[in-house]
Structure formats: C-alpha cells, structure tokens
C-alpha cells in the first residue's frame, strides 16, 4: 500500500503541476493576449514553487512547535485551538495563507510580463484564479466531505 501510496501521490503531483502552468497559460493566451508559451508558464509556476516549498517548511516547524497539526501560517491561527476542518468559515481562513497569496504575486508579476501588462493586471488574474480555486475547495469540496 505505501508503494502505491508513493507512486499515486507522485503521479498526482506531477498532473497537478502540468494543469496548474496550463490554467496560467490559458490565462496569460486567452485573456491576457501573451505571446509565450506554454514552456515559459512551467517555468513560472516551477520557480514559484520555491515559495510553497518554504512555507511548507514553515508549516512543518509551526506543527512541531505548536504541537498541532492545524498549524500553519494561515488565518486559521485565530481559530487553532478551536480548529473545525468542517466550518466553513474555518476553511477559508485555512486557505488565507502568506506563504500561497506571495506565491500568486509572484506568479502575477510573471504574467504581466509575459504579456507586457501592468503588474495589477497579471497579479489580478493569478489573484483571481486563486479566489476560484479556493471556492472551489471550501464549498464545492465540502460537499464531498473532504
């Protein structure tokens, strides 16, 4: 089982990454008239991943430090103690991380100038895709009971 565990986990995370720089490359086509392609939106969304990495690594400490494992650099720090994963309140305060919201600026900047637009516009767009994906996860998950 952990085998499988490791190899459909990995397998994940690789189609996660692809689909991720996709959703930003259709983006940056579509939306932003960017002339790129979908090599240089890997690259972006590779090189801010150095950001998720770091606040993994933070999240890591704050779980050891404060001895749970609702502990992250988030808003649900207000909320720790008291920590309801089913809340919906409490979720979206979960996905209010600093480490994730740096991480789309980043990502932001990059489509701007990929697509020679001002900063707010990329930062919008990568911004915006966020807000969806974090919708997404706090209500149309919660449905599923995940």
Do not use: C
């Amino acid at each position: 089982m952990a085998a499988i565990g490791i190899v459909f986990g990995s397998l994940t995370l690789a189609v996660v990454f692809f689909v991720t720089a996709l959703f930003f490359w259709l983006i940056g086509k579509f939306a932003l008239k960017a002339e790129g392609g979908y090599g240089k939106y890997l690259e972006l969304w590779g090189a801010s991943q150095w950001i998720s990495v770091l606040g993994g690594i933070i999240t890591l400490l704050m779980i050891v430090s404060m001895n749970s494992v609702h502990a992250a650099p988030n808003g649900a720090l207000a909320v720790l103690q008291n920590f309801n994963r089913l809340d919906t309140t409490h979720r979206i305060l979960s996905s209010l991380n600093i480490f994730t919201i740096w991480q789309m600026v980043v990502v932001g900047i990059g489509l701007s100038k990929f697509a020679g637009k001002p900063s707010g516009t990329g930062i919008g767009a990568a911004m915006g895709l966020w807000v969806a994906w974090v919708l997404v996860s706090v209500f149309a998950l919660a449905g599923l009971g995940m």
